[in-house]
C-alpha cells in the first residue's frame, strides 16, 4: 500500500491538493488529568503540509504504525501505554512517541497551535454575552491565523482545513466555518473547503493529535510552576510553529475590541456567525 492508497490522501487530491496546502487543525484535551474537561486547558493545533509532504507523512506514519502492531496514533494513549497501546513496553512506547516526534518535524511546511483556559474564556467572553464556546473560538482562531499566514507566506495557494470529527460541539464549529468560508473577508480568504475527519483514516491529524497532547500538557506544566517536557521542546525546536496562549489578559483585550468595534459582544457573535466582511470585528490579536 502507499501513500495514493490513503483516504486522506484521496480526499485532499479530489479538492486540488495538488496545487494546494492542507492544513490539519486537531484538537487534544486530556480528560484523565484534569478534574473537569469542560472547564480545564484545551489547545486546538495542526500542520501545514503540501501534497509531497502529506504523501512523506502518510509512508512515514504507517511504517512506524506496522513496527509498533498500531492501528493509529493517540498521544494519550501512547503517554500511558494503554488502550490500543497496552501490548507495548514503556520502552516501546517511549520509542513510538520519538519516531513521532521526528516523522512531525520532518515533512510539515509550518505548525500552527492555540491554547486557552475553558474557564477563563467563559469568565471573560462566553458568559458576558459572546454565545460561541472555547473549543468554537479556537476554530475560529485557527481560521483567521491560517488564512493570514497564507496569505503572507503562499500568496499562491488555497487551503483545505480539516478538523478531528466528534468533538462535542462540532455542529457548532461546522456553522462557523460555514459562515466565514462564505463571507468575503475583502479578498483575504484562502480557504477553497473544510471538514471534519476521523483521526483512524486520517495519518496527518495523528500527527497533529502528537502536537495537540504536548502543546496542551505544556501550558498545563508552565501554569502548574512545573518543568517543560524535553519531548515538546524536540517538536517545536528550529521549527516554524505559530504558537498563540490566549491569556486572560489577551482575552481581555479582545473583549475590548470585540466590544469597540461591534459594540457589544452580543453584536460581535453574531457579526461572527453571519456572512458578512469578518473585518467588521477586527483583527484577532
Avoid at 106 to 119: E, I, K, N, R, W
Avoid at 262 to 276: D, V
Wanted: aromatic share 10%; charged share 25%; glycine share 6%.
Amino acid at each position: 500500500m502507499n501513500a495514493a492508497d490513503s483516504i486522506f490522501h484521496q480526499v485532499f487530491c479530489s479538492i486540488g491538493g495538488g496545487k494546494r496546502i492542507a492544513v490539519l487543525i486537531n484538537v487534544c484535551f486530556d480528560e484523565s488529568s484534569e478534574s473537569d474537561s469542560q472547564n480545564g486547558l484545551l489547545a486546538v493545533c495542526g500542520y501545514a503540509l503540501d501534497l509531497k509532504g502529506i504523501d512523506g507523512l502518510i509512508l512515514d506514519w504507517r511504517e512506524m504504525l506496522r513496527v509498533y502492531r498500531l492501528p493509529y496514533f493517540h498521544m494519550s494513549e501512547c503517554n500511558t501505554c494503554t488502550g490500543i497501546f497496552e501490548h507495548l513496553t514503556d520502552t516501546e512506547c517511549d520509542k513510538c512517541a520519538r519516531e513521532a516526534i521526528r516523522i512531525a518535524r520532518t515533512h510539515p511546511l509550518h505548525g500552527h497551535s492555540f491554547a486557552l483556559d475553558q474557564t477563563e474564556y467563559r469568565a471573560i467572553l462566553q458568559d458576558r454575552g459572546f454565545d460561541c464556546d472555547p473549543y468554537t473560538f479556537m476554530v475560529w482562531s485557527a481560521f483567521i491565523h491560517v488564512n493570514r499566514w497564507v496569505h503572507e507566506n503562499r500568496p499562491d495557494c488555497k487551503i483545505s482545513l480539516f478538523f478531528e470529527r466528534a468533538y462535542k460541539t462540532q455542529r457548532r464549529a461546522d456553522e462557523l466555518l460555514n459562515a466565514i468560508w462564505q463571507a468575503p473577508m475583502r479578498g483575504r480568504n484562502r480557504v477553497a473547503s473544510y471538514g471534519f475527519v476521523k483521526k483512524e483514516d486520517s495519518e496527518p491529524t495523528q500527527a497533529a493529535d502528537l502536537v495537540a497532547w504536548h502543546v496542551r500538557k505544556a501550558f498545563e506544566n508552565a501554569r502548574n510552576g512545573k518543568p517543560i517536557r524535553k519531548d515538546y521542546k524536540a517538536i517545536v525546536e528550529d521549527r516554524k510553529i505559530l504558537s498563540i496562549e490566549f491569556t486572560a489578559q489577551r482575552l481581555e483585550g479582545i473583549r475590548g475590541e470585540f466590544t469597540r468595534k461591534a459594540g457589544s459582544l452580543e453584536n460581535a457573535a453574531k457579526t461572527i456567525f453571519s456572512q458578512i466582511d469578518q473585518s467588521a470585528v477586527g483583527p484577532l490579536a
